[in-house]
């Protein structure tokens, strides 16, 4: 299955290029034009992913999140379960990285096949990293009224989870 | 709201690591902190570079309006204040669907070009469209096929069965979408689609 991840990548440049060569465009300076735009689009996303993550890294490393869900423990043994997978559910929505990291923790403590592991899994596979796409794409092109895109996508990571420990303890 | 979010979690991380003893730790993230974003830049760079160079040909060559022509009476439920055929749909339909095919790395140029056509049929430039935040919903819960991270990250734990979690994730994928696109939509009904 995942070969076809490493086909549709190679087939999808060959076709815009085939398709561009077809309608006889000067394929390499459109090419070239788009390019530059990458390159100031760049530019112009920086602060925001810098100034992110700054806030992100800056409440991750302070524990708070995981003190946080401590207290949970014990409903969570019952389950099962380690308070291990709360901070993944909570930084879903805000670092990929960070719930990427998490994951790899699980695995490896618990393994990927045991319910900790699949459960980690799932939630990971549940959605995106909400906060992070919202802040970038808003900033490409300079939105700053951001009404109310934040909370629907939230609510959607919400939904995301719920569906992920249901899955798990139906199916597994 | 992004910046109410941003003030407290900055705010809030200081004061509890001053709490607990691990000011140390944010010491070393406010030092840092600027080198992991330039870092990330450091991987998207290139690939936007690329990505925007080969949507320019797919542009200029009527592919991106011939994907929005073939897409629009699918998409133009979701979106109803996009005219008929415009490019930003063919863009929409494109960042869709190299995310479901597990390519994020490349649906995230797809997605910034998107915005850009958006912002072209939007009025007031500083503040969202309905269409914008719809397009967000959709493109946040990340509806994907294959899940490659995950699977190349199961069976370098040693997995017995990497792939068993396909079904769970896309089903909880799509709950997430879902969930997402109906509170979106009652919202735009609520607000007469403004």
Redo the contacts between chains.
């Keep these: ?2 070969t ?2 490493f086909i ?2 190679p087939l ?2 060959f ?3 085939f ?2 060569f ?2 006889k ?1 000067n ?1 390499y300076d ?6 530059k ?3 100031s ?2 530019v112009k ?2 602060p925001n ?16 999140i995981h ?1 946080l869900f401590k207290f949970l423990q014990p409903f969570l043994e019952n389950l099962g379960l380690s308070s291990d997978i709360l901070p993944m559910c909570f930084l879903r929505s805000i670092s990929g990285s960070s719930t ?1 990291a998490i ?2 923790n699980i ?2 403590e618990y ?3 045991s319910t900790m ?2 459960l980690a ?11 992070y ?6 900033a ?14 939230l ?10 420990f249901l ?2 303890y139906l ?2 | 709201m992004v910046n109410i979010i941003w003030g407290v979690f900055i705010l809030v991380g200081i004061v509890y690591s001053l709490i607990n003893g691990n000011i140390m730790e944010i010491n070393n993230v406010i030092l840092q902190s600027g080198k992991d974003g330039f870092n990330l830049i450091k991987e998207i760079a290139p690939l936007l570079v690329i990505w925007m160079g080969l949507m320019r040909i797919a542009e200029t060559s009527g592919l991106i309006k011939r994907i929005a022509e073939i897409m629009t009476p699918i998409l133009s439920k979701l979106f109803p204040k996009i005219p008929k055929g415009h490019e930003s749909i063919g863009y929409i339909a494109s960042n869709v669907a190299v995310n479901m095919a597990g390519l994020d790395s490349a649906a995230t140029p797809f997605g910034l070009k998107a915005m850009e056509k958006l912002q072209e049929l939007n009025t007031d430039k500083k503040r969202a469209t309905t269409s914008m935040i719809t397009f967000l919903v959709l493109n946040t819960a990340g509806v994907t096929l294959i899940p490659t991270t995950i699977i190349s990250l199961r069976m370098m734990y040693g997995s017995e069965n990497p792939t068993i979690v396909i079904p769970a994730c896309l089903i909880a994928t799509l709950s997430a979408q879902i969930g997402g696109l109906t509170l979106d939509y009652l919202i735009r009904r609520k607000n007469g689609n403004s």
């Design positions: 299955m995942a076809v991840s549709a990548l999808l440049v076709f815009i290029v398709y561009g077809k309608k465009i394929i459109e090419f070239l034009i788009g390019a735009n990458g390159l689009m760049t996303i920086l992913i810098v100034g992110m993550l700054f806030a992100i890294n800056i409440l991750i490393k302070s524990n708070l003190d990427l994951m790899s695995f490896k393994g990927p096949d592991g699949l899994s799932v939630i990971q596979g549940s959605s995106d990293t909400t906060l796409v919202i802040a970038l794409y808003y490409s092109v300079g939105i700053n009224k951001n009404r109310y895109a934040l909370s629907v996508g609510f959607s990571d919400l939904c995301g989870i719920i569906v992920s899955l798990v199916f597994f």
